[in-house]
């Protein structure tokens, strides 16, 4: 692969994973909102409205690539699409939970590790046995020490809280690691989506579609099925916990904190979608790992960042920078792998 394609397929997956651990930083500063109402708009931006103005203004005749691609892989990318949704869904439940360093850890551990290893064992087993193969191991084993070690470093919250945050923390933790590890299970779907869905993506461009907005027409189907479990859990929520009363305390700050979640997850979405093509065969594992592993390092830096350790001890900061070197050397051989 040539090198300033690598470049730029590595700044697209970076720039992605920062993009995709900040879109539920609005969440730490929206003050006045339950958190299902700014997620009830996210999902009606990023994954109903959005993901089809960019396909019709990117690919030619969208509803004439459905019908070329056929049933199958329309249904495929639907199925992968609504349990990406749950996958969603239980992630920010997750975060609400456990807070974002520790969330995403553990949840993206479980996602980098399926949503790699999985498509290459299905598109190429036999290239697991290879150098690049063992480069790409190597880069999931050092991602899943980062993961232990930030989980790790994520019990100290407990222990430096206060004692009303102690009481709240035991309650809600181990039944947020538990809802965290089923996020984890469920995310891979949307890389599974993009790996069983090329052939959508395939027709795009002989219809017309340049080659980097293609995914775009792929996307439009995952997300929109997606939006169903979300929008369910949320608007079953509206009315118990009188979210659409505090909600209306700020309608135009929370209308523009979620807006902005939706338009970050989505631009995270599709730069994954334009660098991972852009790696080829690698994109869906090398390609996945990178940008999850950017994802975890960029959540912990949000996590740090909004007061989630402020109240740690010595010792979690010094398992939180061995989870950041450990990290930091897995985007290094995942990358590797890929040139």
Known sequence: MESKKVFSAFALLLVSGILNASSVAPLKYARRCVWENLWLIQSIVAMLVLPWIV????????IGVYRMSGIWPVFLAATFGFGWGIGTLLYIIG???VGMSVSFAIILSLTATLG???P?????PHELFSHRGHLLLASLGATVIGIVL???AGTGQIKGASAIEREHARRYFWRGIIVCILAGIFSPMLNFAFVFGAHITDIAVQSGAKTIWAPNALWAI????AFGPN???CVVHLGPNTSLKRFLEAPSQNLMAGSTMGGLLLASIILYGIGAAQMGVWGPSAGWAINMSTTVFAATAWGVVTGEWKNVSRRSYIFLGSDLTAITISITLASTSAT
């Open 55 to 62: 396909v019709w203004a990117t690919v030619p005749d969208p």
């Open 95 to 97: 975060v609400v939970m």
């Open 116 to 118: 790699s290893l999985l």
């Open 120 to 124: 290459l064992l299905v598109i190429d």
């Open 150 to 152: 930030c989980a790790y």
């Open 222 to 225: 995952v997300l929109g099925a």
């Open 231 to 233: 929008a369910v859990y």
